[in-house]
């Protein structure tokens, strides 16, 4: 069983950064397909940044510009750089996996794995 464990979160104000981390385990080879998703209160969760892996990479409309997604030096491992963050980035972040990619990763789709989630809280 795939398990993904995301780390980094935390409170930063309006116009600042942070990383948010994401590991895997359980799975021996290479994941197709992660990404983050987001969740504020009272709001319906949202895909933010996804890795199709070899085909593209894609974005949320909100962050294009500020987040960047990127895969890490260690097998399954994924990071989101958020640059001049906005109260309206706060929330829950998820790190979601599926093994395959192609034409069903996307930020609308579904994904098979997911982790608990880190907050992310943005003051103004």
């Known amino acids: 069983q795939v398990q993904l464990v995301e780390s980094g979160g935390g409170s930063v104000q309006t116009g600042g950064s942070l990383r948010v981390s994401c590991a895997a385990s359980g799975y021996p080879y290479s994941l197709s397909c992660m990404g983050w998703f987001r969740q504020a209160d009272g709001k319906e969760r949202e895909g933010v940044a996804l890795i199709n892996k070899n085909i593209d990479t894609q974005y949320a409309d909100s962050v294009k510009g500020r987040f960047t997604i990127s895969e890490g030096d260690a097998k399954n491992t994924l990071y989101l750089q958020m640059n001049n963050l906005k109260p309206e980035d706060s929330g829950m972040y998820y790190c979601?996996?599926?093994?395959?990619?192609?034409?069903?990763?996307?930020?609308?789709?579904?994904?098979?794995?997911w982790g608990k989630g880190t907050l992310v809280n943005i003051s103004s």
């Open positions: 979601a996996a599926s093994v395959w990619g192609g034409s069903g990763c996307r930020l609308t789709g579904n994904m098979s794995f």
